[in-house]
């Protein structure tokens, strides 16, 4: 199975800029670039901050973009979403008993689980102890291997600025996943807005540049400097599933420089 994977949106009310960039454009370049170049993805999954603000109208265009996408997607709430007006737009959306946008579904070999760690009002992630009770039912349901889809992740990343907004009180995740983490095969996560790869107790983790604006790499400046901006290059990825591996190609997909044969 083959799917993309692409994260931050960010889209604003009326279709306007952010940070000197066009959102909307931004996510239509992206569909239009995997529409043409990746014709076999069977799936689209966006992990989080598909709006800036919460407005209902930002909701609206996101639908707008993706209703020229052919093939099911998988949406998951980051901390700049509002859960119910993401549920009001997209009603076919899936939710656990409890209301929170968690769900899973079968991805070739693989189960995965979306997870959703919005704290309303906030920037850092929660994951209480409802969402986890859930999240371990779906673990103990299944014997498959497991790839997990959340918005904030729950390990430090380096970059001061985000850490201190990832993910708090990780203990109800922690709980939740105990035992497991053999079976978590990869964790792909957003808000970061930049490529990151590696892995945590043993779990590998992905993440990458968002489709509007970018985090800088800055691995040095306190937290309370605040959280440094950058208008890099955009990013999807594209995930190849098989039974022995997880493959993730990054594509730069307003790249343009022209093309060569290298030689010997
Ligand atoms: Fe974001």
Redesign the pocket.
């Known amino acids: 199975m083959k799917f993309i994977h692409l994260?931050?949106t960010?889209l604003v009310a009326g279709g306007g800029d952010l940070y000197g960039s066009n959102p909307k454009k931004r996510l239509q370049q992206a569909v239009t670039h995997f529409m043409a170049h990746q014709p076999d993805a069977e799936a689209l999954v966006i992990t989080?901050?598909l709006t800036h603000y919460g407005q209902a109208d930002a909701y609206a265009q996101l639908r707008e973009v993706l209703s020229s996408v052919d093939k099911p997607i998988y949406l998951i709430p980051?901390?700049?979403d509002h859960r119910d007006t993401l549920k009001e737009y997209f009603p076919s959306i899936e939710c656990d008993g409890n209301g929170f946008v968690q769900y899973t579904k079968e991805f070739g070999d693989y189960l995965a689980i979306f997870l959703d760690t919005n704290e309303p009002g906030v920037s850092w992630g929660t994951f209480c102890g409802t969402r986890g009770a859930w999240l371990r039912e779906q673990l103990e349901a299944s014997t498959k291997p497991v790839m997990l889809f959340m918005h904030h992740p729950f390990f430090p990343i380096g970059i001061h600025s985000m850490d201190a907004i990832s993910l708090r009180e990780t203990t109800a995740f922690r709980v939740a996943i105990a035992g497991f983490e053999p079976r978590i095969r990869q964790v792909f996560f957003?808000?970061i807005?930049r490529p990151i790869t590696g892995s945590y107790q043993g779990m590998p983790f992905f993440t990458l540049k968002?489709t509007n604006h970018q985090v800088a790499l800055e691995l040095h400046a306190d937290a309370d400097e605040g959280i440094p901006g950058r208008q890099e290059a955009p990013q999807y990825a594209i995930v190849q599933l098989s039974a022995e591996q997880i493959l993730i190609h990054i594509e730069d997909f307003l790249e343009d420089s022209p093309r060569f044969t290298l030689k010997g």
């Open positions: 994260t931050d960010h989080g901050d980051g901390n700049h957003g808000h807005h968002g």
